[in-house]
C-alpha cells in the first residue's frame, strides 16, 4: 500500500469515527425533529445577521434545490421569517421567529452539553490536546481551500492562514507587542510586562471550551494575533489584538475579531467586553465596524504617555 493511500485510510477512518461519535448518521439531530442538516441551517440564520438564502447555501455548501424545500418546511411551521432585501428585491433576509427561537434555544443547548460531555472526560491536558488537533485540521483545510478559491477567483486573496498557538508563539506575542508599541506609540514598561502577564495567564490556565488564542501566519511568518478569555460568567474578554504591519490592508484585524465572535457565540457567552485606547484608531474601527459600542472612557498617565483609556462592548 502506498503512503497516499494509507493517509486516505486514515482520513476515512477518521470520518467514520467522528460521524458516530457525535450522531450524524442517526435520522434526527439530538433528539430533535430535525437532521443535521437543517439544524446547521437553523444555526446559520440564528448566528447570522440577516443571511439571505445565498449566504446559507455558501456558507454550508448546500444543493439550491435542498436548501429551498428546507426554507419552506421551517417557514411552514413559522420558525423562520423573511424581510426583503432593500439592495436586491430577489433576495430575502432571514430571521428566526419567536417560536424558531424558542424550538432552538434547547437544541443547541443539548449540543453544548454533549460536547461538554465529550470534553469532560477527558483531563484538561488532553481537552487541549483535542481542541488543538481540530484546530491544525480546520485551519490546515481551509488554507487549502482558500488557495483553491484563490486559484479560480480574478483575483487573489491573502493566503494568510489562522492557527492555534505553537511551542515559541507565546513569545512572539510578548516580543512583538513591545516591539510595535514602542515603535509607534513610545509606549514603554510596565507594558511589556502587562503583555508578558496576560499571556501568562493564558498559557498556564486558559480552558480550551471557552477560551481560545489565534495565531495569523502569512508564508510562514507570524503576521497577527488575538486572544478570547472568559472574563466573568457568560462574558468574554477580547484581548491582545495585533497585526504587524506587513499585514495591513488585508483585512486580517477584521477577521481575527469576527474569529472571536463566532466562537464566543458558540460557546455560549452572552457578551464580549474589550479595553483600548483611543490613539488605537485602527482597532477602534474595527470593533466599531463589528458592532461593538463605546461604553466608558477615562485619561490615564500610563506607560509614559498620557492616554485615554476605553471600554467596549459587544452583545451577542
Not at 17 to 38: A, C, M, N
Not at 147 to 154: C, E, Q, R, T
Request: with cysteine.
Amino acid at each position: 500500500m502506498t503512503a497516499i493511500q494509507q493517509r486516505t485510510g486514515a482520513v476515512r477512518r477518521f470520518n467514520r469515527f467522528y460521524t458516530r461519535q457525535i450522531g450524524v448518521l442517526r435520522k434526527t439531530y439530538l433528539d430533535s425533529p430535525y437532521s443535521l442538516g437543517e439544524m446547521r441551517v437553523l444555526y446559520e440564520i440564528a448566528h447570522g445577521d440577516g443571511p439571505t438564502a445565498s449566504d446559507i447555501g455558501r456558507a454550508l455548501d448546500l444543493d439550491a434545490g435542498y436548501l429551498s424545500r428546507v426554507l419552506r418546511n421551517f417557514e411552514k411551521r413559522g420558525l423562520i421569517s423573511r424581510k426583503a432585501s432593500e439592495k436586491d428585491a430577489r433576495q430575502s433576509h432571514l430571521a428566526l421567529t419567536a417560536r424558531g427561537r424558542k424550538t432552538f434555544a434547547p437544541i443547541e443547548r443539548r449540543s453544548q452539553r454533549q460536547v461538554g460531555t465529550m470534553l469532560g472526560e477527558l483531563p484538561a491536558a488532553e481537552q487541549a490536546r483535542l481542541v488543538a488537533a481540530m484546530q491544525t485540521i480546520e485551519s490546515l483545510l481551509e488554507k487549502n481551500a482558500a488557495v483553491k478559491n484563490a486559484a479560480a477567483a480574478p483575483m487573489p486573496e491573502p493566503d494568510y492562514i489562522l492557527r492555534p498557538p505553537r511551542p515559541g508563539d507565546f513569545g512572539w506575542i510578548v516580543a512583538r507587542h513591545a516591539q510595535l508599541y514602542a515603535q509607534e506609540y513610545q509606549w514603554i514598561e510596565p507594558f511589556e510586562g502587562l503583555c508578558a502577564q496576560i499571556v501568562a495567564d493564558f498559557a498556564n490556565k486558559n480552558d480550551p471550551t471557552c477560551e481560545r488564542c489565534w495565531i495569523a501566519e502569512l508564508r510562514g511568518e507570524n503576521v497577527g494575533t488575538v486572544m478570547l478569555v472568559e472574563d466573568a460568567p457568560g462574558v468574554a474578554r477580547l484581548r491582545l489584538l495585533l497585526v504587524d504591519p506587513k499585514a495591513r490592508g488585508l483585512g486580517l484585524g477584521t477577521r481575527l475579531v469576527a474569529e472571536c465572535i463566532r466562537f464566543a457565540r458558540q460557546a455560549g457567552y452572552k457578551k464580549i467586553t474589550l479595553w483600548t485606547h483611543s490613539v488605537l484608531t485602527a482597532a477602534r474601527h474595527v470593533y466599531e465596524k463589528a458592532g461593538f459600542t463605546l461604553t466608558s472612557s477615562e485619561p490615564r498617565h500610563t506607560w509614559g504617555k498620557d492616554v485615554v483609556a476605553e471600554f467596549w462592548d459587544l452583545e451577542l
